[in-house]
């Protein structure tokens, strides 16, 4: 099994602790412990108090899968909910086990990596339809229709997208769904930024609600800001996947951390809260960031992101986008992320507007130009 460098992880991780400006994040502002800590009733706090570190159940804890139905898929239940060490864990997880070689997938790009290195790593063949700029970056269902094969497996997608911030309608993802029902695909969903954003059309719904053949990918990461937690699941109605998928994760990390768990309880019974904070913050900054680039017309042009924290910039001077990061972090600290980092052939770049300090670092970026 060859493994591809992780663009984007790597980049991160030459830059994350080093830039104090990241203007390319793409989780919303994190919380304290101690402000989560503060958030719980009598019964968690009690749960909290009395912890043992011990290993916890590989399906992730009861309670925690009941209220992750309860709050994010209220026509699911904790028996449809599989957690993981975070996102990536579910997203390893899931399609190492859809995947087989001889296969197909269909994989809307550009995109986060794994999403199409995972199903490759397992010799299975991939069809990365563009999502385009002239079309909003929207979903073209003619395209992924027309790359339907014989052995065609699974389609993924994520909505809302990174890195466009662009969304999915409730009727785009109803005839996917069809299309997916016809052919007896299975439909990845990739769901991570659910709830974070205003989208102008509303939220479509969640995939595993409409179709007992999606695979739906969320995570305490990005919306609710604690992607230190390392908490994300895959909710799905077919349970006898969701247990083959289970021993996947005994190879992975076995069970999450169990104090984990009991922060994320907590966070999703405060669910609005946390939300809310997190969205006002996400809208005023998408607000500055929108007047911004009307601002520097010469220079910058985006379809304006509709949800997630994650907006793609077109860059319309003469520099290599790459030399032009590589400067705007060198000399002023501030951190974009070139569109090569998802193999995109453009002078795109990723801008994040999800964290409290984004207007100081548009200032610094300001000072830059
Ligand atoms: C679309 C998408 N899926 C999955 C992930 C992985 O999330 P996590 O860090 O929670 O594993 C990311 C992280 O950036 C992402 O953008």
Redesign the pocket.
């Known amino acids: 099994m060859s493994v591809s460098v992780f663009k984007l992880e790597e980049y991160l991780s030459k830059y994350e602790f080093c830039a104090p400006y990241l203007l390319c994040c793409?989780d919303a502002e994190s919380f304290s412990m101690q402000e989560i800590i503060n958030m719980a009733e009598l019964n968690e706090k009690s749960l909290w108090d009395n912890l043992k570190l011990s290993y916890t159940e590989a399906t992730g804890l009861p309670m925690l899968r009941e209220e992750i139905a309860k709050s994010l898929y209220p026509t699911l239940n904790a028996s449809n909910i599989l957690c993981f060490a975070?996102?990536?864990d579910g997203?390893f997880c899931a399609l190492h086990t859809i995947a087989e070689p001889g296969d197909h997938f269909i994989v809307l790009t550009p995109c986060?990596q794994s999403l199409y290195e995972i199903p490759k790593m397992k010799g299975a063949q991939i069809t990365e339809v563009a999502l385009r700029e002239e079309n909003n970056w929207r979903i073209d269902l003619g395209e992924i229709k027309n790359a339907i094969k014989q052995n065609t497996k699974c389609i993924a997608i994520?909505f809302p997208h990174?890195p466009t911030g662009q969304v999915i309608s409730q009727q785009e993802l109803k005839d996917l769904v069809a299309l997916c029902a016809v052919h007896d695909l299975w439909l990845f969903s990739?769901e991570?930024y659910r709830l974070l954003g205003t989208p102008d059309e509303g939220w479509a719904q969640p995939a595993a609600e409409i179709y007992t053949k999606a695979l739906l990918l969320g995570?305490m990461?990005k919306a609710f800001g604690m992607?230190g937690l390392r908490v994300?699941w895959i909710a799905c109605h077919n349970k006898e996947l969701l247990k083959k998928i289970e021993q996947m994760k005994h190879y992975t990390s076995i069970c999450n951390s169990a104090p984990a768990e009991i922060i994320s309880l907590i966070a999703l019974k405060n669910r609005d809260k946390i939300l809310f904070r997190n969205n006002k913050i996400v809208t005023e900054n998408l607000k500055l960031l929108d007047v911004f680039i009307k601002e520097h017309q010469n220079l910058f042009e985006w379809v304006k992101p509709q949800g997630g924290c994650v907006g793609f910039v077109k860059y319309k001077g003469h520099e290599a986008i790459e030399n032009f990061c590589e400067k705007l972090v060198r000399e002023k600290g501030v951190l974009l992320m070139p569109a090569s980092i998802y193999n995109h052939e453009s002078s795109h770049f990723r801008v994040g507007f999800g964290r409290k300090n984004m207007p100081e670092a548009l200032e610094k970026f300001k000072e830059f130009l």
Do not use: K, L, P, Q
């Open positions: 793409s975070g996102a990536e997203i986060y994520n990174n990739d991570v995570v990461s992607a994300g």
